[in-house]
């Protein structure tokens, strides 16, 4: 069971990799630190269940995951951005959505005809 990740920070319009981030798993007293190209990884210490993922970077907002399911065997994937909160399961990217419109039995058609 494994934990990795990678830590960014919106710099102007760009997203970049943090380095050197402290990031916890405070419920089981464990804490690395990100390289320098962001990702950190846990692979030691970690037990089944339901756990948030924290960072903090150089006195900026940190940011705090969701419970995230460690799951035996299984290595799982908790990017953080600094400054908000990380919903789990990451989310889905706008672009890979399709939004369809729902269909109401005995709805009047759009517009209110």
Excluded: C
């Excluded at 916890?24 to 690395?32: Q, V």
């Excluded at 630190?33 to 030691?44: E, H, K, L, P, V």
């Excluded at 907002?61 to 990451?90: D, Q």
């Amino acid at each position: 069971m494994s934990v990795i990740g990678r830590i960014t920070r919106t710099v102007g319009k760009d997203t970049v990799p943090v380095s050197g981030a402290i990031v916890r798993i405070t419920d089981l007293s464990l804490t690395t630190q990100s390289d320098s190209t962001g990702n950190y990884n846990f692979s030691n210490g970690l037990v089944p269940g339901k756990f948030r993922v924290t960072v903090e970077f150089d006195g900026q907002k940190g940011s705090t995951s969701s419970p995230v399911p460690f799951i035996v065997g299984k290595t799982v994937s908790v990017p953080l951005h600094l400054g908000g909160t990380t919903a789990w399961p990451p989310p889905v990217a706008l672009d890979t959505m399709v939004r369809r419109p729902k269909v109401v039995q005995g709805a009047p058609p759009r517009g209110g005809e």
